[in-house]
């Protein structure tokens, strides 16, 4: 099989699996909804002349605050990809996993796992543009013209891409992650738990400065705006240690998919 129609035949597998659909909803829906009690909550303030200075009013800040909460998709998308080829069929259909005919159908193994990589970067990549820009017009929609909009064009750009390249790092790691443990219960109850209610690079914080260089707090300011932890590495260099990050897990994952047992 060609690269090419490798490629198609993950992206094809990806977009029919349950799991998909589901981190995309977590993403879309769940921000969405956090924006909506924001955007309502401040649209309430701003009317009631409760604002107080510098709290959060402006459309675009609005929209964005929710962003981080897509992490936990990206992860899921990350998991989803590879992990479905591990998960055992039912007793009718053999008890067989999707691994064994994916690599019949497609025997060069690295060739395959880049298409699994770039299927994960395409999917992340699609959810985020659709999930941001929707948070902020319902944002826009529900506030209206009760506060200005303090962001610049440029900045939104900005902030954007730099979101979209934080979950789809996340995503890339969740995967590479997966392919180690070849299931994806583990990679997917740690990092959803470390992108949504606790993060334990955060804590670690707390005990060596070394923390700040994980991945995900290495990132962290490529959110922009959003308040952040004290400390650390700077946007560009952030996004750099978490790329390198990305790429040495995504090395590692070649090297033991290449070499182990289906």
Known sequence: ??????????????ATLPASGVAAAVALLGSSLVTVLNSVSARVALDAGRAEP??????????????????????????????????????????????????????HRLRLLLAKALTVVLAVAATAAVTIPVCVLIARLVVGDAAPETVGPQE???????????????????????????????????LTVNSS????????????????????????????????????????????VMAVWTAGLLAVAAAVFARRDA
Do not use: C
């Open 1 to 14: 099989m060609s690269p090419g129609n490798t490629f198609a035949a993950e992206l094809r597998k990806a």
């Open 54 to 107: 510098g709290s959060l009013t402006s459309p675009f800040e609005l929209g964005y605050a929710a962003v981080p909460l897509g992490t936990v998709g990206a992860v899921v998308l990350g998991v989803t990809v590879m992990s479905s080829e591990y998960t055992a069929n039912s007793a009718d259909a053999g008890g067989g996993r999707q691994i064994t005919a994916t690599l019949a159908a497609s025997p």
């Open 156 to 190: 939104m750009l900005h902030r954007f891409l730099g979101a979209a390249l934080y979950w789809t790092l996340t995503g890339l790691i969740a995967f590479a992650v997966t392919v180690f443990t070849r299931s994806g219960i583990v990679p997917l109850v740690l």
């Open 197 to 240: 209610l606790v993060s334990f690079s955060l804590l670690l914080t707390n005990v060596t400065p070394l923390a700040h260089w994980l991945p995900d707090m290495a990132g962290r300011r490529l959110f922009g705006g959003l308040g952040t932890v004290e400390g650390g590495l700077d946007t560009v260099p952030g996004a750099i």
